[in-house]
């Protein structure tokens, strides 16, 4: 029996196929250094040959093209093409590592394009003189020497743009453009953030929103320019042909000064060889299409300290540097001044619906939310995140604050605060919800958002929202792109029937919120906490004490308000960490709470006593984690790391609980020189305080 014949589509998927082992093979040889770099860069440019080629020949492809019907034709041409674009993706990483320095080897898949469509446009150019030739031999008359004179219609290049507003480089790899200033568009990126080349040769990334596709020329004008004297035309090359002088063509089309250095070729290279693992994971369809990279997250992790609690416990300082801003002792009580602002409020998170889940080839290490204040265009307070509880039975429905033995875990509690005193009229709350995950076939980690969703908190007439609960659209892309939806099969549009529109708002996806009342203890300890600061309510009480301590520290005990020394002071050198490893400040709550069990009602009303009692609790506990050499350091979101950090905090507690009812005393220097509680190498910063350094 003769074999069935394969239909063109089956035929390109199976060359896709080897293409794919193919590359695999020479990212091997790479990897161990199998042959030479010619010989692996020429089979690199090889394969993108052979992968472009098909790729080419797969777009022209129609289902009625095949032999037979095919099932899901679409979606499986589809997916053939993201995995060409993939290999193509690999195949120019490789090619840039394996090419030569230097700025032709950066002309990717645009100068490829561009050198093709030059080649096109000679060949047409050779071609229609060939049949002006043939027409005047054969007498032709003066309309065809017209139309051959004549300016063909102008069409702008999609790979030139002209910048339309002054840009200045913020960090390295970013590129200073002017008004009105030519770029050629090297790779466009889904970030927003393009790679152009200027005139010049310099090269960097731009914002695509300060770009206009074109060289910037209206059409009245192109239609002005159309009937241009030859005279005109004339200088216009004779001015050009004098510019070019003394300048030499560089492979992808630009003039340069010949001699000029080429000073930017390192950051080009760092910008299309890094990847990022949801690039790869957008191009093959395992995520959906409204998901982004996080925006909150790259913010904590480029920001070093500027968005976390950490960084918003510390005092801040007045305009004249001189005393502290938010930090007051009232000196009839001796305690810390309360201080009302503008937005207090506390709120839970109680679930999100209909949430979309990434696709296979990727294992979620966290989903959970982080949390800011925003007014819609820059963040106004620390980044606070809470991790969601999931069920895989609903796989799109995430929960918080479940119902737990003892103490709820910080990272898991959903009744948060909010404090902010920014006067802008468009305050609310950013809530960004994210996966971490790690892809299985490499290992690469990386942050998604699956959505975002914003509550104002203040209605039209700048009254604060009532206390009720509230159901937020979650919107797809970032807070800084407007109507993209989560997945692509989710419309906005309403249905008309009625029972359409409730199946309609079932699909939709929601973040429900509720805002609530406090009772007068804890908007009296709220008052006492900084001005901005976003953090869970079961840990105000530590918040407090940590503040009471501080305002002793810096208005009743130094010389001088002037004074600036060293302050020797363990408790607040090492407390903001605290805020940055939940598990830590879960560890100190714990500790407290069990100090507090056994405190009368007097002494819990006593501010002297429970100051003197914190410190002992505080040494006896986290100060001593903090400095245990078996604690692994603090990573977000790996099982292992935060398993084995339980394991060692809880242990540890343990035993410092048991040598304390041994000695009867907590806190004592004892337990630091015990030889069964090792310590890490004294550092004096475990109790220096720089004022300087912390303060904002």
């Known amino acids: 029996m003769p ?4 239909g063109p589509l089956q035929l390109v998927q199976k060359e896709v196929g080897e293409i794919t082992n193919q590359v695999d093979s020479l990212v091997k040889d790479v990897q161990n250094q199998v042959g030479s770099t010619e010989e692996t860069f020429r089979r690199c440019q090889e394969l993108q040959t052979s992968a472009e080629k098909t790729l080419k020949t797969l777009k022209k492809l129609t289902k009625a093209d095949e032999l037979a019907p095919v099932g899901n034709y679409d979606r499986r041409k589809q997916e053939e093409e993201r995995r060409l674009q993939t290999i193509l993706e690999r195949l120019n990483t490789l090619s840039l590592k394996l090419s030569p320095p230097g700025p032709s080897a950066a002309t990717g898949d645009v100068s490829k394009e561009d050198s093709v469509n030059d080649d096109d446009s000679d060949d047409k150019e050779v071609s229609s003189d060939e049949e002006d030739d043939d027409v005047d031999n054969d007498g032709s008359s003066d309309d065809e020497e017209e139309r051959r004179t004549a300016k063909p219609p102008l069409h702008p290049d999609p790979h030139i743009c002209t910048v339309l507003s002054d840009f200045k480089a913020q960090q390295e790899g970013d590129l200073s453009v002017q008004r009105g200033e030519i770029l050629r568009i ?17 090269r960097g990334v731009v914002p695509k929103n300060y770009l206009k596709t074109g060289s910037g020329v209206d059409d009245e004008e192109d239609d002005e320019e159309d009937v241009d004297s030859d005279d005109e035309i004339e200088e216009e090359e004779s001015e050009e042909e004098e510019e070019q002088e003394g300048e030499e063509v560089t492979d992808d089309g630009w003039y340069k000064k010949s001699g000029a250095p080429h000073s930017n070729w390192s950051t080009v290279r760092k910008a299309l060889t890094e990847i990022d693992a949801t690039d790869v994971l957008s191009a093959m369809g395992a995520i959906p299409s409204g998901f982004r990279p996080s925006t909150l997250n790259k913010l904590l992790v480029e920001e070093g300290v500027t968005y976390t609690a950490s960084h918003y416990i510390q005092p801040e300082l007045s305009q004249s ?6 930090l007051f002792l009232d000196p009839d009580s001796g305690r810390v001044r309360a201080r009302q602002v503008r937005i207090c409020v506390c709120f839970t998170l109680w679930s999100c619906r209909m949430i979309p889940t990434p696709g296979v080839g990727v294992q979620v290490l966290s989903r959970h939310i982080r949390l800011c ?3 819609g265009a820059q963040v106004l307070s620390n ?3 809470v991790r ?13 604050s479940p119902r737990m033995t003892g103490i709820l875990p910080s990272l898991l509690d959903g009744d948060c605060f909010l404090r902010c005193n920014s006067a802008s009229p468009n305050l609310g709350i950013l809530f960004e919800l994210g996966v971490t995950f790690i892809r299985n076939s490499t290992g690469e980690r990386g942050d998604l958002s699956c959505g975002w969703a914003f509550l104002k908190l203040t209605d039209d007439t700048g009254n604060p929202l009532p206390n009720r609960t ?10 800084y792109e407007k109507d993209v939806a989560v997945e692509a099969s989710i419309t906005r549009a309403s249905p008309t029937g009625v029972f359409q529109q409730m199946l309609h708002t079932r699909r939709q996806p929601k973040l429900i919120v509720k805002l609530k009342s406090t009772n007068s203890r804890s908007r009296t300890q709220l008052s006492l906490l900084p001005d901005t600061l976003l953090h869970c309510v079961s840990c105000i009480h530590l918040l407090v004490l940590h503040r009471q301590l501080l305002a002793d520290t810096l208005l009743m005990e130094r010389p001088t308000m002037q004074n600036a020394d060293l302050i020797c002071s363990p408790i607040l050198s090492t407390f903001p960490v605290l805020l940055d490893q939940p598990d830590l400040l879960d560890a100190l709550r714990s500790a407290w709470l069990d100090a507090e069990t056994n405190m009368s009602r007097a002494q819990k009303r006593d501010l002297t006593y429970l100051k003197q009692e914190f410190v002992k609790v505080y040494l006896s506990s986290v100060y001593f984690l903090l400095h245990s050499p078996s604690l692994p350091c603090h990573r977000w979101a790996d099982p292992p790391s935060e398993e084995q950090r339980a394991r060692v905090i809880y242990s540890i507690l343990d035993s410092l609980k048991h040598s304390q009812h041994t000695t009867g005393q907590a806190g004592g220097p004892e337990v630091f020189v015990d030889p069964m509680h090792p310590h890490l190498a004294f550092d004096i910063t475990e109790l220096t305080f720089d004022l300087l350094t912390v303060a904002r």
């Open 3 to 6: 074999p069935k014949r394969k």
């Open 186 to 202: 090297i790779r466009k990126t889904a970030d927003g953030w393009w790679l152009a080349q200027d005139t010049k040769g310099n």
């Open 321 to 326: 540097q001189l005393s502290f801003r938010d």
């Open 373 to 375: 204040a925003f007014d």
């Open 383 to 385: 980044i606070h995140t």
């Open 388 to 400: 969601a509880s999931y069920n895989s039975k609903s796989p799109k429905t995430w929960t918080f």
């Open 470 to 479: 509230y159901e937020l659209p979650v919107n797809g892309g970032t807070p």
